[in-house]
T-cell receptor, first 114, second 115 residues
Framework: DSGVTQTPKHLITATGQRVTLRCSPRSGDLSVYWYQQSLDQGLQFLIHYYNGEERAKGNILERFSAQQFPDLHSELNLSSLELGDSALYFC?????????????FGPGTRLTVL | AQSVAQPEDQVNVAEGNPLTVKCTYSVSGNPYLFWYVQYPNRGLQFLLKYITGDNLVKGSYGFEAEFNKSQTSFHLKKPSALVSDSALYFCAVRDGNNAGNMLTFGGGTRLMVKP
């Protein structure tokens, strides 16, 4: 158990809908990262927050947004969902936001868009 | 741009034999390299990382990896495989000279250890 928690574990929804995925980092970690894992794209970095501020953006669609709250938990919002958004979404956390930090991953949220 | 290649989709090895999972990378600056393992229906678990120093890095569960700068490789190894090592293994890289750079993952290698 990495200490990173994600809810819900599974989410099934329809095209065009909006969902929110939640992540709580390990105690003491200030950074939260979001990744998408799909069969055709592999593991793709989406976005990084450090202590409430956005630090870096990767291959994140405009329909997706995230934020990190004062208690350091983070939410990933996915809107106008498409079939292709079906994937496993991982959250990871690290102590700081430097390149040497180890990222610890949560168990993931499996999103199925029907 | 940075990239990681894991040339083998699957590696098969018999229990008790040594195993190697290959990884090569490309970065413009200093490479920071990581190995993760993913068991079915679980998140990624950190195994080990190379930042600087000794080229042979020891990690969790008896795994080790050797950094080879001239061959731009960071192969994962274990002297004696266990059936419980069967899982999906990911190599990842960061460019140490770019503060804003995030982890880039390889496509993963499925390790199958047969009894």
């Amino acid at each position: 158990d990495s200490g990173v928690t994600q809810t819900p574990k599974h989410l099934i929804t329809a095209t065009g809908q909006r969902v929110t995925l939640r992540c709580s980092p390990r105690s003491g970690d200030l950074s939260v990262y979001w990744y998408q894992q799909s069969l055709d794209q592999g593991l793709q970095f989406l976005i990084h927050y450090y202590n409430g501020e956005e630090r870096a953006k990767g291959n994140i669609l405009e329909r997706f947004s995230a934020q990190q709250f004062p208690d350091l938990h983070s939410e990933l919002n996915l809107s106008s969902l498409e079939l292709g958004d079906s994937a496993l979404y991982f959250c990871a956390s690290s102590v700081g936001g430097t390149n040497t930090d180890t990222q610890y991953f949560g168990p993931g949220t499996r999103l199925t868009v029907l | 741009a940075q990239s990681v290649a894991q040339p083998e989709d699957q590696v098969n090895v018999a229990e008790g034999n040594p195993l190697t999972v290959k990884c090569t990378y490309s970065v413009s600056g200093n490479p920071y390299l990581f190995w993760y393992v993913q068991y079915p229906n679980r998140g990624l678990q950190f195994l080990l990382k190379y930042i600087t120093g000794d080229n042979l890095v020891k990690g969790s569960y008896g795994f080790e990896a050797e950094f080879n700068k001239s061959q731009t490789s960071f192969h994962l190894k274990k002297p004696s495989a266990l059936v419980s090592d069967s899982a999906l293994y990911f190599c990842a890289v960061r460019d140490g000279n770019n503060a804003g750079n995030m982890l880039t993952f390889g496509g993963g290698t499925r390790l199958m250890v047969k009894p």
